[in-house]
């Protein structure tokens, strides 16, 4: 499963923590996609594992915003780099 989100003050927004909260996700793998400010993932990936403690979490994508017209080049070269079905 797919799970994009921008990063809030360093971190995953409440509504990806009340998600996957309500969720568990047990079995299921998360690849996360982020934008962020400038300070890169902060704990966002310590907060996923946190509240999907049993699902498999992979290393996902992380952008810096200001970015945007890169975003589709590095999008769709990071997707060709997964071995997702």
Do not use: C, N
Request: proline share 6%.
């Amino acid at each position: 499963m797919f799970l994009g989100f921008l990063i809030w003050g360093e971190t995953a927004p409440p509504v990806i923590r009340t998600f996957l909260a309500i969720h568990g996700l047990a079995g299921r793998t998360i690849i996360p996609f982020v934008t962020h400010g400038g300070f890169g993932l902060g704990h966002s990936q310590t907060i996923l594992a946190s509240h999907a403690p049993r699902a498999r979490l992979m290393e996902g994508f992380s952008m810096q915003a200001p970015q945007e017209r890169q975003t589709i080049e590095r999008v769709t070269s990071w997707l060709d780099t997964l071995k997702v079905k």
